[in-house]
């Protein structure tokens, strides 16, 4: 579905962006494996691509560097000689009360969250406006929707990221590019184990669904964006969370 | 000069699907030829690998005619 097209996938060693590094290339894209500093657990994830018969490679950057990202973007197009889909995935949380909240706190998560995804999409913008075509899927987050105590900075980004959806869509959608996003709800990964039994009874409560969402479940939803099927589509945000905020 | 202006013409004609006869030094890119800003970038982008060179976005900012290009590059040569 995806033969012959070139995917980068940023924070790709692990959680919702492995999952979505792997549904990609199970599709045929070659992926560009994105991380900051987890290098044993990229190349993991390539390999795990190339033993399903796939092609990948893993490159390092930090996508609030600038550099680093023009670096990235340079290093995907001279290895497959086009950028197809980019993912923008790559996240970091740093929660606190809003009162306890450090400057650098706030700072740092809209700098990753945030600015990152800026950086990115600015950064594959050239190549993707000379191919006139290319595929921008952001990975949001539910509570950039609705909310959520002791994330003062994490929602911030996450809704600024919804925001930054719709008006690169509008941007871009001349030039064929399509900007879209989903919205995870409670995803069972690193982040989520640490829970606490009653912290898990109380988020299923919330959710009509009645189970955590797995890595996969957001994974095929960026990859229905990332196909032809969704060929109408741009600026939207699609909510993956088991009916939680509707 | 005369070479640049010719080459930048043609890219401009191409790009843009306007008459040969608008593309003047002094046309303006978004009043003579109706281009929209994000044309303008596609154009610089353009001119870019055409000169094989690179042109920083605070000078395409200031490129507002087809004289600005042809000007700059030439500058640049």
């Known amino acids: ?246 | 000069m005369a070479e640049t202006f010719d080459r930048v013409k043609q890219i401009i004609v191409d790009r843009l699907d306007v008459d040969e006869s608008k593309v003047t030094m002094e046309a303006s890119f978004k009043e003579d030829l109706e281009a929209d800003s994000l044309d303008v970038v596609e154009l610089v982008m353009e001119l870019e690998d055409e000169f094989d060179m690179e042109i920083s976005d605070e000078e395409a900012e200031k490129i507002n005619t087809v004289g600005d290009a042809v000007n700059y590059i030439s500058s640049q040569s």
């Not at chain 1, 990859?223 to 945000?237: K, P, S, V």
């Open chain 1, 1 to 246: 579905m995806l033969q012959d097209q070139v995917a980068l996938v940023t924070g790709a060693s692990r959680g919702i962006g492995r999952a979505i590094a792997l549904e990609l290339a199970s599709q045929g894209a070659k992926v560009a494996v994105n991380y900051a500093g987890s290098e044993d657990k990229a190349e993991a994830v390539v390999q795990e691509i190339k033993e399903r018969g796939g092609v990948g490679i893993k490159i390092q950057a930090n996508v609030s560097k600038d550099a680093d990202v023009k670096r990235m973007v340079k290093k995907v197009v001279d290895e497959f000689g086009r950028l197809d889909i980019l993912v923008n995935n790559a996240g970091i949380t740093k929660d606190n009360l809003l009162m306890r909240m450090k400057e650098e706190e706030f700072d740092d998560v809209i700098d990753t969250n945030l600015k990152g995804v800026f950086l990115c999409t600015k950064g594959v913008t050239r190549q993707m406006m000379k191919q006139k075509y290319g595929r921008i899927i952001n990975v949001a987050s539910i509570v950039g929707v609705s909310g959520n105590p002791g994330q003062a900075n994490y929602v911030a980004a996450k809704a600024g990221v919804i925001g930054m959806t719709k008006s690169n869509a509008k941007e871009l959608a001349a030039r064929n590019i399509q900007v879209n996003a989903v919205a995870p709800g409670y995803i069972s990964t690193d982040m989520t184990d640490s829970l606490t039994d009653e912290q898990r009874e109380q988020m299923l409560s919330l959710i009509p669904l009645k189970r955590l969402g797995e890595a996969a479940d957001v994974a095929r939803v960026v990859r229905f964006l990332a196909t032809e099927d969704a060929a109408y589509m741009t600026g939207q945000t699609l909510h993956v969370d088991g009916g939680m905020v509707m």
